[in-house]
């Protein structure tokens, strides 16, 4: 998917989302790659209407630009969340609900600390579509250095599940999710739920991955020691490092740009979840 381009500067990004409007045309963009299509009909003839709808010339349904994705039934006008994602991932020192608060003025703590949050998790969302081939896995823990508390969990820190998915040069496709700790009980389903059974699963020698197999995975251990911090799994290595540089608000225009995507896929995943649910009854 070809997204448009995001801005790099502060200066450029007022001007290029000065509007409502503009900020819908960004989403719409992103949703609708190369036009927009009706969810209902698949038709692509529309009126677009004010406030981000588009009025479908052929069933007459009536699509929100912003339906489905993490913008859904906000109250608060589309600008005030570019203004949240940009500072969210501006920040060189990290990010509180408070700070957020302050730039925003938003009226409510908890308003704040519910945004910071959805943003937070939606980039850590695995993707609908597992992977496949040869794939790494590794966990992170994020908020700090990789510790050796592995299977114990870490006080204040959030472990994640990377997968990376080797391609002709370099990473293919990720997939990142949260888990409670390191046991296998916790890191399987992860798995299960990112990689294609019967793909090639690349770990390290971590006890809390020897069920794999078990699983139909080709499980490959790249080494018996379950010590952290060697590069056998440059892959995943690569995706937590720059997972981490985002956290820290390190990082370049090219990663907020590709982080925004994140947050429109995984609310659109959601949405396909509830249809599907939804055909089922
Ligand atoms: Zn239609």
Known sequence: MQAPDYPQTIVEFRERFATEQACEKYVAALRWPDGFVCPECGTKKAWEMQRGLYWCRWCGYQASVTAGTLFHDTHKPLRLWFEAMWYVTSQKSGVSALGLQRVLGLGSYHTAW????KLRRAMLRPGRDRLSGRVEVDEIFIGGERSGKRGRGAAGKALVVIAAQEAEKG???????????????????AVWEMVEPGSVVRTDGWRGYNGLTELGYQHQVVSKQPELGDNLLPLVNRVASLLQRW????????????LLEYYLDEESQLKTV?????SQE
Do not use: F, Y
Not at 114 to 117: A, I, K, P, Q, T
């Open 171 to 189: 990473i293919g496709r990720i997939r990142m999710q949260r888990v409670a700790d390191a046991a296998g009980e916790s890191l399987e389903p």
């Open 247 to 258: 956290l820290l608000g390190t990082h370049q225009g090219a990663v907020q740009h590709s």
């Open 114 to 117: 519910n945004w910071l949050h």
């Open 274 to 278: 509830k249809s599907d649910r939804t």
